[in-house]
């Protein structure tokens, strides 16, 4: 075993995949898959184009479901075939594509498809004093639930798009997000580390990425996927940039 691999936990992980295992027609997007994900750490889920990460996410999250293999979640084995599975046991993803509405404000797109009724009327005072919890949570630097979203900074509707996918709803317990950064300028892209590093000090976080810098910023550990297989566990703490990149091109195999 490489120094760098990740040695086995004592602790119980959040989730396990195990032998999970994917096809779409001929191509294996998925190949024995074992993977664990613990509490209170971001797990940087790194591979080049078509390595097969988006496909692992939407397995866990129920938008995909597995030709093979088994999931567990807090030691129990569990079934996830659809979104609703994943939301209810607390898996929360946030897509790269933010899929807001511009032109409405941003209670309303927080809680756009899960707006609270009551006797047919939407409870508009409940859902502000819930955003403004969601937005204090995130400690954003969004001045007014009012604001039109279009209005908002990349930064600030991502954080808007990520208060949605986390907080509304079930109390997240593993957070995935796929790209939160893609698109953004560098000071957007700080605002979206920051609140991942803030969340990563509660909740287990996937975070998928293409930039390695950011990815040793923010994660304690890291798996690289190359062709649907897992050729690489790391502790972020001794891997190398070059190391990383020699993983995703399939150069060099971890034992
Ligand atoms: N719905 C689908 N139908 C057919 N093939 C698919 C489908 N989804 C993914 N694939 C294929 O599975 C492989 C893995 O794709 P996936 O989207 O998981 O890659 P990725 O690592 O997320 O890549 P990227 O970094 O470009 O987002 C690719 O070869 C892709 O073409
Ligand atoms: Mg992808």
Same mark, same amino acid.
């Given at each position: 075993?490489?120094?760098?691999?990740?040695?086995?936990?004592?602790?119980?992980?959040?989730?396990?995949?195990?032998?999970?295992?994917?096809?779409?027609?001929?191509?294996? #997007?998925?190949?024995?898959?074992? !993977?664990?994900?613990?509490?209170?750490?971001?797990? #940087?889920?790194?591979?080049?184009?078509?390595?097969?990460?988006?496909?692992?996410?939407?397995?866990?999250?129920?938008?995909?479901?597995?030709?093979?293999?088994?999931?567990?979640?807090?030691?129990?084995?569990?079934?996830?075939?659809?979104?609703?599975?994943?939301?209810?046991?607390?898996?929360?993803?946030?897509?790269?594509?933010?899929?807001?509405?511009?032109?409405?404000?941003?209670?309303?797109?927080?809680?756009?498809?899960?707006?609270?009724?009551?006797?047919?009327?939407?409870?508009?005072?409940?859902?502000?004093?819930?955003?403004?919890?969601?937005?204090?949570?995130?400690?954003?630097?969004?001045?007014?639930?009012?604001?039109? $979203?279009?209005?908002?900074?990349?930064?600030?509707?991502?954080?808007?798009?990520?208060?949605?996918?986390?907080?509304?709803?079930?109390?997240?317990?593993?957070?995935?997000?796929?790209?939160?950064?893609?698109?953004?300028? $560098?000071?957007?892209?700080?605002?979206?580390?920051?609140?991942?590093?803030?969340?990563?000090?509660?909740?287990?976080?996937?975070?998928?990425?293409?930039? !390695?810098?950011?990815?040793?910023?923010?994660?304690?550990?890291?798996?690289?996927?190359?062709?649907?297989?897992? $050729?690489?566990?790391?502790?972020?703490?001794?891997?190398?940039?070059?190391?990383?990149?020699?993983?995703?091109?399939? $150069?060099?195999?971890?034992?």
């Amino acid at each position: 075993m490489k120094t760098s691999e990740i040695s086995e936990e004592k602790r119980q992980p959040i989730l396990s995949i195990r032998g999970g295992s994917k096809r779409f027609g001929g191509i294996q #997007a998925l190949d024995n898959i074992n !993977l664990d994900i613990y509490d209170n750490e971001i797990l #940087a889920l790194l591979g080049d184009n078509g390595a097969g990460k988006s496909t692992l996410i939407k397995a866990i999250s129920g938008a995909h479901t597995l030709d093979a293999g088994d999931i567990y979640f807090g030691g129990k084995q569990v079934q996830i075939t659809k979104p609703e599975d994943a939301h209810n046991l607390g898996i929360k993803t946030v897509y790269q594509d933010l899929a807001l509405f511009g032109i409405l404000n941003v209670t309303v797109n927080l809680f756009a498809g899960s707006e609270y009724t009551r006797w047919g009327f939407l409870q508009k005072k409940k859902m502000d004093k819930e955003a403004q919890a969601v937005l204090s949570k995130l400690k954003t630097t969004i001045k007014s639930l009012k604001q039109e $979203v279009r209005s908002l900074s990349g930064g600030q509707q991502h954080s808007v798009a990520i208060g949605r996918g986390v907080f509304i709803g079930h109390d997240p317990k593993l957070i995935i997000m796929d790209e939160p950064t893609a698109g953004l300028g $560098v000071k957007q892209s700080r605002e979206v580390l920051r609140l991942l590093k803030e969340l990563g000090q509660n909740y287990a976080i996937i975070f998928i990425t293409h930039n !390695l810098e950011y990815a040793f910023e923010v994660a304690q550990k890291a798996v690289v996927l190359c062709s649907g297989r897992i $050729v690489g566990k790391l502790d972020m703490t001794e891997a190398s940039h070059s190391q990383i990149v020699s993983l995703m091109m399939g $150069v060099e195999q971890a034992a």
